[in-house]
C-alpha cells in the first residue's frame, strides 16, 4: 500500500484526505483513514440467528467480538462464491460496537485531495448512493467513497427485497 505523508505544500497529510480503497463484486470503493480501525483477513464466522441479512456473523478478532457485515449484500449484490474465509474486511468501532466490513480486495490508501470529489451522480446505483460521501474519479474507475456510518445503520438491500440468496 502506498501512502502519501505530505502536501504539497510540505505539511503532513491530513488522515481525513487519506482512503483505504477496495472492491466490492468490482466496484471500487474507498473510506478515510481515519474511520479505519484494522484490516484482517476473516478465519471464520459464527451466524447470528434472525440478524439482518447483510450480518455475515460474528467473529472474534485477537479476543474482541466483531459483527461481521457483508458489504456485498449491504449494496444488493449476491454473497461471495465459497463463503467468508480467507475474505478481507475492514474493521471499525462504532458507539463501543467493533465492526468488520466483508469485502472482496483492499487496494491501498490514497491522497485525495477534497476538492476532487464530486456529488453522485443521478445513474449510481441507489443502494450506492445511500452509502456514498460522493466519487472521485481515478485514471480509468471512479472511487465511490463510502460513509462508514451509513455502511453500518443503513439497512440492508436484503431487507428491501433486493437480497441474494446464502
Known sequence: MSTASASASGAPADAGDLFLTFEIDGGLFGARVSDVH??????????????????????????????????RVRLGHPRRQGGYQ???????????????LIVDRVSEVLRLEPGRFEDNPVNLDARWREVSRGVCQLHDRLLVAIDIDRMIDAPAAADAGFGAAA
Not at 484490516?39 to 455475515?56: E, K
Not at 480467507?86 to 468488520?100: F, H
Open 86 to 100: 480467507g475474505a478481507m474486511a475492514i474493521g471499525v468501532e462504532r458507539d463501543g460496537e467493533s465492526y468488520g
Open 38 to 71: 484494522d484490516v484482517f483477513a476473516i478465519q471464520s464466522t459464527t451466524p447470528v440467528p434472525l440478524a439482518r441479512p447483510d450480518v455475515a456473523g460474528l467473529l472474534n478478532l485477537r479476543g474482541r467480538i466483531v459483527t461481521a457485515i457483508d458489504s
